[in-house]
């Protein structure tokens, strides 16, 4: 940075004060939350979610003013009209088999889905021009988004806001099941968040053990929500999303308990000043009837009871912002330990251009009960124009992971719930009645081995051709320009001189 | 028999050299231009001869001085020779290849009634009131009006007044050589009202050799189509600080009258936000004397790095950015005081870095913490911020203070805080600077083109080029003719249409085709087909020789 100097001000500007200021509530609103779900496999999940809720109607044009909302996501979506944005960077896969169902799932790789304003005119320039600019925000390699990877999805991908009409038209979808998530990635994601990590629930992200993990799937979701219960105006809602699945065997030496402390080697401080609401849940389900099995400690003093993903569910709450939690022990060191070890159809199929775009297959399936549904697709191994291969291309193409999106029958039918006053990780999905939930998985990417050509081989073949070539053109050039004309034989010559002495020492006479 | 077959042989022989040289012909006549043809890189015409020619360019900055003589402003003889027009020419002395000359062009008139009526007046702001009503100058031209030297416009001992339009009142006097002394006072008043060496040099800054003048002085913003503006406000400490700032507020009432003035310029935009938690890169030393923090001057420049990574990067436009930071020290090291290099605190408690923006320490008041529990609710004094910061906004902006003449009254500024003879100097200075570089890319361009031949030029990018070309000479001529916002304008669209023709990314396709690799492709294929060629043609050179010189030896 240049010098800096220090202003001395001779210029007296003619300013006038201004009226009383107001004190207006605030119109934004900060909430935090972690979720400390064991699985059954006994590893550990941990779910963060900071929710900034902003009052605003951010497409009005003019001046902008940012407190808790991020001042670059904000930018974003009044220069993009954007309406929706759902940004996410993950690694590894989440294990249904093993974890069951998860909050939130995230293909591998990283995924972007955006809806558009109406307004927007030109979406595939808007579309790219975005990507690019997430891709800086994230340092993510999302410049790679073009329109061989990008698809427009016409049944799955609905917008999760508020939304009117639905034209599939402003809808843009892109997965690079490539892309590595490291450090990088989390810095300015965390960056985005109001207390940065200097306090609250975000002082656990602590890089080097949040890559110390099986999943880690980092997420960006911005969407349109109602302000109050009429909707008379609409608010933006920012959701950041972390999901990390700690191997509790590995760090904890065999067994199965955990703390805040072996996990993130961090504990609670301080409550974030700026938070209307920070909280920690910790999943006891089936374990408080009787305390023999498990032990949480501190012990907590409120528990809340719902039906998540279709089971009813125990969480103990801990209150960061309720004062006693903190201040009895100047931090706050979550622990638990186990006692005893626990026990229609519609089809929508639009068929690539080979470099334009790729296949997009949707199916609208109702499955009946126990039953096994297998999609298969069977596909030709081509080759590829040689620009178009990458650095290692014997390590394979990756095919973006599939999805299904499903409304799964609850087991118990679940209360009508204040979409406001309810846990965060429980009002992502919109769901309409309490009979069925709402759940969106990802299969693996596939990793495909192509034929890979000899690289070399352009080189070598303009080389043969030359030669070719050459050698024609030569024989051809000699036929034409020699003069041909009888010698007389003559003594002489080395060759033939040579050729007299080897036949002098065979025995043979001279020529 | 012999005699036969010896002419046979010669037969053949004459035949195989015909062959040879049409093979040789073939090869050169078709094969050459044809190779050339299919391997040539596309290269569109450019104007390189204008383009040298731009650099010896002459900017004659023309300004159109009217001046208005009263009644009883100078001897009634003289009085008869209005109305004529005085060229005042001189070159401005800066250490760079384009020689700039400053020409003020006064065309010397008498006052109307009405002007005569409205300069009659007792007080100096009415009188303009009056004058600024039926007439709307041009960007750029000045009016001098030349009242008596009695006359009680103006006070006593004052002998010219600058408003904040683009008007002046310069006293008259009763003498021989009126014109002449007049003709003085005027130059210096309508130099400082437009254009001096201080603010040509600051313009062009950047392409000066590093000297007196681009050391020690300021550096303004460079030019550019806009601007983005950003106001933050720092708490690294929200546990004892709730810090509240008006700043919409502000922004309407400070900020953007002074921007809308400004708008000529470029586009601005604004944007505020609040960082919370973020620190400085330095800790603040303890004065036990004053039982007070402080930052001295040498560690101002560690202060903004730590602190630039929070603020985000403007995602959404490609202007540069003037950041504004406000920053409310945590309560364990406030009061917090900026020191000068003597050590004693900076009044204002603010300092900007040029190109950057500004930083300005709020303290909160010391009694706020009493009796009050954590965290103290702080409302910010808008005032007093806005004044550092568009004090600073005008500072970045080169707009600095005029350099008045001695015994010259300088009017108070104008509601916006900018007056409009300063905004005309900031067009003059932003002229010319983008004259400056628009020459200087399209200088580079040339000859980079004419270095590197491998550089595909296309239509779009010579198009581009032959615009930039026009739009610089056109600006000059403006210039020259004293018509200051179309110069603005073409000089920046000559600013566009040459960076965009340097930075065209066609340009780079095949710059990275090394020489190397055309050759290995091309050897297989040309030295087989060369060779015997070339021998073959040796050989009938050394033969025609030989036979020529034979007939010579005979004679």
Sequence with gaps: MAAAMPVALVVLLLLWPGGPVLAEAPRDSLREELVITPLPSGDVAATFQFRTRWDSELQRE?????????????????????????????????????????????PSGAELWVWFQETVTDVDKSWKELSNILSGIFCASLNFIDSTNTVTPTASFKPLGLANDTDHYFLRYAVLPREVVCTENLTPWKKLLPCSSKAGLSVLLKADRLFHTSYHSQAVHIRPVCRNARCTSISWELRQTLSVVFDAFITGQGKKDWSLFRMFSRTLTEPCPLASESRVYVDITNYSQDNETLEVNPPPTTTYQDVILGTRRTYAVYDLLDTAMINNSRNLNLQLKWKKPPENGYIHYQPAQDRLQPHLLEMLIQLPANSVTKVSIQFERALLKWTEYTPDPNHGFYVSPSVLSALVPSVVAAKPVNWEESPLFNTLFPVSDGSSYFVRLYTEPLLVNLPTPDFSMPYNVICLTCTVVAVCYGSFYNLLTRTFHIEEPSTGGLAKRLANLIRRTRGVPPL | MAAAGAA????????????????????????????????????????YSQISGLNALQLRLMVPVTVVFTRESVPLDDQEKLPFTVVHEREIPLKYKMKIKCRFQKAYQRALDHEEEALSSGIVQEAEAMLAEPQEQAEGSLTVYVISEHSSLLPQDMMSYIGPKRTAVVRGIMHREAFNIIGRRIIQVAQAMSLTEDVLAAALADHLPEDKWSSDKRRPLKSSLGYEITFSLLNPDPKSHDVHWDIEGAVRRYVQPFLNALSVAGNFSVDSQILYYAMLGVNPRFDPASSS??????????????????????????????????????????????????????????????????????????????????????????????????????????????????????????????????????????????????????????????????????????????????????AAEELASGHLASAFVASQEAVTSSERAFFDPSLLHLLYFPDDQKFAIYIPLFLPMAVPILLSLVKIFLETRKSWKKPEKID
Excluded at chain 2, 10 to 26: I, N, P, Q, S, T
């Design chain 2, 293 to 474: 923090y402080y930052l001295d001057m040498h560690s101002l420049p560690h202060v903004i790095n730590p602190v630039e990574s929070r603020l985000g990067s403007s995602a959404a436009s490609l202007y540069p950015v003037l950041n504004f930071l406000l920053y409310v020290p945590e309560l364990a090291h406030s009061p917090l005081y900026i020191q000068d290099k003597d050590g004693a605190p900076v009044t204002t408690n603010a300092f900007h870095s040029p190109r950057w923006g500004g930083i300005m320490v709020y303290n909160v008041d010391s009694k706020a913490y009493n009796g009050s529990e954590l965290p103290v609710r702080v409302e910010v004094d808008m005032v007093q911020v806005m004044e550092v910061f568009l004090a600073q906004l005008r500072l970045l902006f080169g707009i600095s203070q005029p350099h008045v003449p001695p015994k010259c009254l300088l009017s108070g500024p104008k509601s916006e805080g900018l007056m409009t003879w300063e905004l005309d100097q900031l067009l003059w200075a932003r002229s010319v600077e983008n004259l400056a570089t628009a020459t200087t890319t399209l200088t580079s361009l040339a000859q980079l083109l004419g270095k590197i031949s491998n550089i595909v030029i296309k239509d779009d990018v010579a198009s581009e080029v032959y615009r930039a070309v026009a739009a610089v000479q056109k």
């Design chain 1, 62 to 106: 003019g001046v902008s003013h940012y407190r808790l909302f991020p001042k670059a996501l904000g930018q974003l979506i009044s220069k993009y009209s954007l309406r929706e944005l759902h940004l996410s960077f993950t690694q590894g896969f989440w294990r249904t088999r093993y974890w069951g169902p998860p909050f939130l799932q995230a």
């Design chain 2, 8 to 47: 046979a042989t010669d037969v053949e022989v004459v035949r195989g050299k015909r062959a040879a040289l049409f093979f040789a012909a073939v090869a050169i006549v078709l094969g050459l231009p044809l190779w050339w043809k299919t391997t040539e890189t596309y290269r569109a015409p450019l104007p």
